[in-house]
């Protein structure tokens, strides 16, 4: 049960990650991050928070796939 449990986080982590919008060229993403460190960007407090979250999935899925890493050495004993 625990095996399938991680494997739905997973496949969710992923879902996730994909929705992303990346900006298109190099000067959109210059000016995305100088108004990022400016807190100038449309939206701040919503984009940070969207971040922040994004940031812990990031960690939960690294998490995810150390434990997994480990049920499967155990499995293979």
């Known amino acids: 049960m625990k095996t399938l449990n ?4 997973i496949v969710l982590v992923l879902l996730v990650s994909a929705c992303e919008q990346k900006p298109t060229s190099t000067t959109e993403k210059v000016m995305d991050k100088v108004n990022d460190a400016l807190d100038r960007r449309q939206d701040e407090k919503v984009r940070d928070a969207v971040e922040d979250v994004s940031d812990a999935v990031e960690d939960a899925s690294n998490k995810v796939q150390k434990n997994l890493q480990e049920i499967t050495k155990d499995l293979k004993k």
């Open 6 to 9: 991680l494997f739905v986080m």
